[in-house]
Each structure stands twice: as C-alpha cells, then as structure tokens.
C-alpha cells in the first residue's frame, strides 16, 4: 500500500496569515492526490484533486502544488470558517490511503 | 444538489451482522463508481470498499475482505453495505461517498453526514 505522511499533525495560525500543509507520497503518484478540509462534526469535503485542481465552490484562497512525491496545501488569509481537520488522499492505486489529517486552529 | 443519505448503523455485539444503506440524488447515479469510507472515533480516513459505476467489480481494503460486501442497486439509486463477522476494530462512522468512472481509484466529490457503527458486547 502507499503510505501518506501528512506534516503538521496540528497548526496553530492568526487571521489573514497563509498556513502550509505538506504530504509525502511513499511512492510516486504522478499528481494522483487530493486534499479534504472536514470541519468538526462535518462529513469530508472535497476542496483539491489532481493535486492542484480546486473543487467546484472552492474559494480561490485555496490552492494545491506539488509532484512525484511531495504535495501540498496552501490556504492564503487564514479565515475563522478555515478551523478544520486537512486530509491528504492517494488515488494513484488500490487501495486508495489518507495521510493521518492536520488539525489547524486559530491563535 | 448532490446528496447521499445513509442509515443502517447502531450498536452490534462482535461476530455479529449490519448492513448499511445509502441513497444517492442529485446526479446520474449508475454513472459513478460509488465507496465506503469510514472513520473512527477520534481517528482519520480510512477507505473500506468501492464498487463499479455497473456493479460489475468491486474492490476491498485487506482488513475487510471475505466479511464485507459492496453492493447496489441503480434502479433504486441505492448502495450498500453488507457488514458480517464484526469486530470492535470496525466501530467507526461510514460515510459512502461518490467516486469516479471507470475502474481505476479516483477522488472522493461528494460524501454523505456518515452513520456511526459501533461494536461493543
């Protein structure tokens, strides 16, 4: 299986600052990747695929980056309504992995 | 407006069965590949099953193979999952979400509230 490494487990960031969240691929997955922001008590929400493609609805804040092994999330002016958990997933291959989730909060 | 409603779960003693319904609208629902995936309490993601857009493959996460089993019905716009052999490992919320087309994984679009399954005696 590919394992995800998701970096940082928590985040603690101000208003209007831009946060980074990084995943690592165990393997190349040539772009295969999407990112999830689940608010507390809230099912999964699609906001990245293809690792830098931005869901329909998404605010353009949001942006994805990254190839091969390195991927990452980057929210620009932090907003109240970002407090979420963040997931990285593979789709590259069966079965489909998530990395372990960030946990951002405000400061 | 894309939904997924699911129901079926509750408290289950270990070695015991549940089966899990979700019914889709607001898209063509036999054009999509559709999964399961779960999350413990507390815990992260965890994928648990796909099935073909025509239910003609389906896919499993090693841990459930040969006690569960993905199904649906596109008439009904419904999907299901049959849970056997339990284990208190496997108490978790499911969530089924919306996959892709053809045979291949793709990214999660849409995922239903989840219902939470717990196995405990």
């Known amino acids: 299986d590919i394992q995800m490494t998701q970096s940082p487990a928590s985040l603690s960031a101000s208003l209007g600052k831009t946060v980074t969240i990084e995943c690592r691929a165990s393997e190349d997955i040539y772009n295969g990747l999407a990112w999830y922001q689940q608010e507390p008590g809230k099912s999964p929400q699609l906001l990245i695929y293809?690792?830098?493609r931005l869901h329909t609805g998404v605010p353009s804040r949001f942006s994805g980056s990254g190839s091969g092994t390195q991927y990452s999330l980057k929210i620009d002016s932090l907003q109240s309504e970002d407090v979420a958990s963040y997931f990285c997933q593979q789709y590259y291959d069966y079965p489909p992995t998530f990395g372990g989730g960030t946990k951002l909060e405000l400061k | 407006e894309v939904q997924l409603v699911e129901s079926g779960g509750g408290l289950v003693q270990p070695g015991r069965s549940l089966k899990l319904s979700c019914v889709a609208s607001g898209f063509t629902f036999s054009d999509y590949n559709m999964a399961w995936v779960r999350q413990a309490p507390k815990k992260g993601l965890e994928w648990v099953a796909t099935?073909?857009?025509?239910?003609?493959?389906?896919y499993y996460r090693d841990s459930v193979k040969g006690r569960f089993t993905i199904s649906r019905d596109n008439a009904k716009r419904i999907l299901h999952l049959q849970m056997d052999s339990l284990r208190p490992e496997d108490t978790a919320t499911y969530h089924c979400?919306?996959?892709?087309?053809?045979?291949?994984?793709?990214?999660?679009?849409?995922w239903g509230q989840g219902t939470l399954v717990t196995v405990s005696s």
């Open positions: 099935i073909s857009y025509d239910g003609r493959r389906t």
């Open positions: 293809n690792a830098d």
């Open positions: 979400a919306r996959d892709g087309h053809g045979y291949t994984p793709n990214w999660f679009a849409y």
